[in-house]
């Protein structure tokens, strides 16, 4: 059986001064009114799970107002439920952050990220509909994550890359004002398509699966229309480096890099229709929980492992039947954690097989113990 969390303590965390939420596995579902902190608890698992905050980067914002750091520490059950792990986080700004899974230090952030903890998280926050809707980086971005909470080398990749591809442009500029030769660019070449050929392959590789994927979600959740995900390349990985060498001179003119994995894309297809340009507003947001639907499969084809479902206010737009869909497929996952401020979205049937999680400014009130089955 895959891990799932059973507890959540957090210290300085957004609006928490020092709150425990209890998880079951299964679906758990975080009530409240608005502005109560149900987001904030979302975050923090995911903060807690991956070491890092799904909705901003700029970290020193999770910490509690007025507070110097915050804290977060998660009981995970895996292996069945015979192991635990207990895993820490504590972060202040301007400083490394501590994680320790046991009492051990992690060795690096990275590592963590890529499953540390003993889980992993795929997470939909409302703004994520930016994943259909928004820019090629917001794709990237999606995609180079997933691939990244996988394995620890690709994520070291993405973050090689991007600096190498800074210092190439940095180059391009110089050759440009005339104080350095256009033979230098080799060296940088090189550099460039060796680690954007890590991240092409990668990708290259996910996206048929990742398609498939989203082909069943899609059609679960919205109808037999044809989906599809296809990767638009700057250059493919094959004709990667002449593409670059061809560059040469357009690149030296702008002073940037316009070939390679920083200028890629995919598009998101529905019945033929490419959603980021034509899609209604239900259709993008489908698509986005089609996406991370997917992530779910990719990850446990990958890890032979389920991650931790966190769902943000997943139901408000959404009309019933879809909600009674989702209700369900939440259910039968080995855990998932879903925000609401009306619980009315789900039915009696489900709500008895359900742990509930009441926040108010801040607190967790309750949590109500639940059916049979835990
Ligand atoms: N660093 C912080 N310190 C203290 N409070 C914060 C911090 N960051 C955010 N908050 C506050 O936490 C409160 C709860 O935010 P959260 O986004 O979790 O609400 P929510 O329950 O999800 O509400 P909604 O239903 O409107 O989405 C907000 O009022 C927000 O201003
Ligand atoms: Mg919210």
Redesign the pocket.
Known sequence: MSAHLRALRLVN???YVDATALLAPGLNVVV??????????L?AIAFNVTGSSPRTPKEN???????DFTRTEARIAVDGSAGERAVAIGYAPGQKKRITVDGVPAPSLTNYAAGGAGARVVTFFPDDIRVVKGAPSDRREFLDGLLSSLRPAYARAVGEYARAVQQRNQLLRRIRDGFSSERTLATWDRKVVELGKTILAGREAALPILEEHFKDALRALYGPEKAALRYAHSGTLEAYSEALTEAHSADVERGTTSVGPHRDDFEVLLGGVNLTTFGSQGQQRIATLALEFAARDYVRGAVGEDPILLF??VMSELDERRREYLAGYFLESTQAVI?T?NLEYFDEEILRRTRIIR?SG?SILETATDGARR
């Open positions: 965390f957004r609006n409240g009114e608005n502005a109560q902190g149900k987001t904030n608890l975050e914002e999770v910490v509690r107002w007025g507070a943000d206010d925000s401020t926040i801040g």
